[in-house]
């Protein structure tokens, strides 16, 4: 299996994939056309991406893709539609940066309280205010508030437990039994977290649903001078709505991710929240740490080989919860060569569509049972036909 590396990874996943037998590409510089060239020359069954955007045209490049993976959790970075439409599966790696994002999340936490880079910038440029920097508040008894609780928000409830602070929190998934089970104070919608937090930080997936999560109604019901971080995606947040609750009630920002960032990896930077005395930025540095970088590598390895052993795809993203099948046909049948074959040919011409299939085989492979979901008209003539076929033992046509 040829096995495509189109951003920076650890040198272990190339060592994992080359001792199970993938022939590996390491080619972490490719981006945008070269990135198409390359897989059309190449042609391979796998591609690996960290941030390297994934489009239409390079899934339109190399027909022998069968399988693309996000060495990380979100997976906007990819076309999921046209691997969709091109039955190409698409995995992440959830859950292995989410203590490294928990940190730097926290990181910016007392970054803002402590006003940590504005400390060392005076110090670099000549200046003493210990008057000045020694006037913050602390954490300890504030309250956090926590929006998404998937594997990074209950990594961030750990560490600011650890601060002693008290956590409100809200997610879809979230229930006022879990929150208890998790130690944190159940909140109804992201509205009223905000509205009783001292700490904002924001944990959701990057999706339709979420995009603009922080709008105006957001930072309206903030507590002035209360400080609010996001290091999950940028256009889950209303900048512009940001920038006026930094005016009219003072917030503090700190962000990891925001609206035109950098595509490369350094180089000259300018950006209209880089100059805002009450804002943080830093280098989308979220998942960048060695201990995370290694834990997605080994997970991006693993999930090729199961794939390349199996045929299974850990972690898949874009299988459908449930198909249009609204009939199912359950026959059993002596095993034997050719009998699905009369059985789906029978289905085929009735234009049964056939979008689920499990076939069990009994003891002593003699007999098994094949259960066919399929999305079409009922028609008994043709449950008779495949009653009638050879090596036919029973039918039997149910409604979904």
Known sequence: MRVLLADSLSESVVDKLTFGECIVDNRPELKGESLTEALRALQPQVLVVRSTKVTAADFQAAKS???????????????????????????????????????LTIGLLLSLD??????VSDARNGMWNKEKYGEANGVKGKTIGIIGLGSIGKEVIKRAKGLEMNIVAWSRSLTPEMATELGVQYKGS??????????????????AGTKHLANSEFFASMKPGAFFINTTRADVVDEAAMLQCIAEKGIRVGLDVFSNEPAGKSGAFEHYLANNSSVYLTHHIGASTE??????????????LVYAQTGEVPNCVNLAKSSPANHQLTVRHLDKVGVLARILKEMSIASWNVQEMENVVFDEAKAACAYIRFDGLPDNEVVEKIAALDDILAVNLIQL
Not at 69 to 90: C, E, K, P
Not at 291 to 298: D, L, N, P, V, Y
């Open 65 to 103: 893709l069968e399988l693309v993976v996000r060495a990380g959790a979100g997976y906007d970075n990819i076309d999921v539609s046209t691997a969709s439409g091109l039955g190409v599966f698409v995995a992440n790696c959830p859950g292995k940066n989410a203590a490294a994002v928990a940190e």
């Open 190 to 207: 992201p509205i009223e977290v905000a509205s009783v937090s001292d700490v904002v930080t924001l944990h959701v997936a990057s999706s």
């Open 114 to 119: 402590r006003s940590l880079p504005d400390n």
């Open 291 to 304: 201990q995370a970088q290694e834990a997605i590598a080994e997970e991006a390895g693993r999930i090729i």
